[in-house]
């Protein structure tokens, strides 16, 4: 079956969250489950730079405000063909792929990510003479139009052109414009309405896509409940609900190619469950770079994320004092919101020695903090998926989440019974509270001064299997009920 997905950033291509590892190494998988798969990308600078090779399949002219649009055919490092939508009027941009350099979203967005649902619903349509997509799976709101123009389409032509499919892997970001540029997106007449993609008087992209999708998936199975109830519904929720049969949660896998201890070039030295002797040099290495002191009787706690409200780290910033007096260390690599970088990098001021704190983007970092601390700590107030949990798994970090979305599909709390049935993987809270998360840390402490449970743990958390081949065979069914097979 050929499958063509639409999205905006893939790893090592283009990379500002999870959702880049996700098309980096679903797509893949579900070559490898049989899939005839494409991706269809916009043409980002680094897009165009990494893309290798290309052919132009097609021009077009004057869409969305681009005289000239070339549809380029190319391939991604992992072998997956790719379309590139080369529109340097819309794309040649500096700054990250929705916003300027200063953070401000593009005020085109709705063009710029209104002609790559476009594209995608025409690969379908016969864009491509030599490949016309049977289904278009579509991911968060930078697509959410594609199935809308896929509907569009069937309604003017008496017959479907594709099955389409949109995957949310952050609800809380909606692609939401001004109703006035709605007759731009050439859509008929009739979609803005509140069984459509209209939201509160304004446009919604993902809205359009949770409407129009045949199927909708996202990425845990906490997840696909969490947003059809108010509190994480974003307003989305009554939709949801309604749509409950046709939603599916599928958890994120790890690319155990990019991220594996025994592996893993960017890390201090290789380790794995049954040779663990090179985590402790990573550690060291760890506080080494850091300028932190060399101690081993208390843990180091690590943080990579974006530092955004979503992630909950002024959970940490409020139990960091007493983190710091019991001995324990910090090492955290970030970047987002200005107050909490700010606040961060207080806090490696107060506490030199114990407390370590990059801001920025660093691939390499990453993968070292990941090896080398203790403790990778997640305390999101809601978290679709979370890959960084998933990933510390792999490399015997403890992670400490709270029970939400993917977090706690994939963390399993240690107790004295899951550590006796050798299940017990991380540290999990349930309020969102600091109370809650320093009970968590109290009790990551405490199992840290018991090291033959410890060591069980990091076993357990570093035998759990978090492969994309299973998320990809459980999307097959998805597709093949949607081509009647
Ligand atoms: P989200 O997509 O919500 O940011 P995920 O946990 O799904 O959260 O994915 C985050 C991805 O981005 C992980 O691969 C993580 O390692 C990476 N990441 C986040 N912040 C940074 C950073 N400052 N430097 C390097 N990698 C980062
Ligand atoms: C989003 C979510 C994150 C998820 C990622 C990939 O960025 O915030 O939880 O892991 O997408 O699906």
Request: net charge negative; charged share 20%; glycine share 10%.
């Amino acid at each position: 079956m050929r499958v063509l997905h639409a999205c905006s950033e893939v790893y090592p291509l283009l990379k500002t969250g999870g959702l880049a590892d996700v098309t980096g190494a679903l797509l893949p998988a579900l070559a490898r489950v049989g899939c005839d798969v494409r991706m269809v990308l916009p043409g980002f600078p680094s897009i165009l730079a990494g893309i290798g090779p290309t052919r132009e399949v097609v021009v077009l002219h004057d869409r969305f405000g681009a005289d000239r649009v070339g549809l380029l055919l190319g391939q991604l490092p992992s072998g997956v063909p790719a379309y590139v939508i080369d529109a340097p009027a819309l794309y040649a941009r500096e700054g990250n792929p929705y916003a300027d350099a200063g953070n401000t979203a593009y005020p085109d967005n709705y063009r710029r990510f209104g002609l790559l649902a476009w594209v995608a619903a025409d690969l379908a349509a016969g864009l491509d003479p030599g490949w016309q997509a049977q289904i278009v799976h579509g991911h968060d709101w930078h697509a959410g139009l594609a199935p809308a123009y896929l509907k569009a389409w069937e309604r003017a032509n008496g017959k479907r052109a594709a099955a389409s499919v949109l995957t949310v892997h952050n609800l809380a970001y909606q692609g939401v414009f001004d109703a006035g540029v709605f007759p731009e997106l050439g859509l008929p007449a009739d979609y803005f309405a509140m069984h459509g993609m209209e939201y509160y008087g304004q446009l919604s992209f993902l809205k359009a896509g949770l409407f129009f999708a045949d199927k909708l998936t996202t990425v845990s199975p906490s997840y696909a409940l969490e947003i059809q109830s108010p509190e994480q519904g974003c307003g989305l929720e009554g939709l949801l609900h309604d749509r409950a049969s046709d939603l599916t949660g599928i958890l994120n896998g790890v690319d155990y190619e990019v991220w594996s201890p025994a592996a893993d070039e960017l890390i201090a030295a290789r380790y794995d469950a049954s040779k663990p002797g090179g985590k402790k040099v990573c550690r060291r290495a760890l506080q080494k770079a850091g300028s932190l002191r060399p101690q081993d009787n208390a843990p180091v706690f690590g943080v990579v994320s974006r530092l955004t409200e979503q992630k909950g780290l002024h959970l940490l910033l409020a139990a960091l004092p007493a983190i710091v007096a019991r001995g324990g260390q910090l090492v955290l690599l970030g970047s987002g919101d200005g107050w909490m970088e700010d606040a961060f990098r207080e806090a490696a001021l107060r506490y030199p020695g114990a407390v370590q704190v990059e801001i920025g983007y660093d691939e390499v970092r990453s993968h070292q903090i990941v090896a080398g601390a203790d403790v990778i700590l997640v305390p999101s107030r809601f978290e679709p998926c979370g890959l960084t949990q998933l990933y510390a798994l792999a490399y015997g970090t403890l992670p400490l989440v709270r029970r939400v979305g993917g977090l706690a599909d994939s963390v399993v709390d240690c107790t004295p019974a899951t550590l006796a049935d050798n299940s017990g993987t991380g540290f999990v809270f349930d309020e969102f509270s600091e109370a809650a998360f320093s009970l968590a840390v109290d009790r990551a402490f405490a199992l840290y001064e018991a090291p033959a449970q410890w060591q069980q743990a990091q076993r357990n958390a570093m035998r759990a299997h978090f492969g994309w081949d299973d998320a990809a065979r459980k999307m097959l069914p998805i597709y093949q009920r949607l081509l009647g097979q």
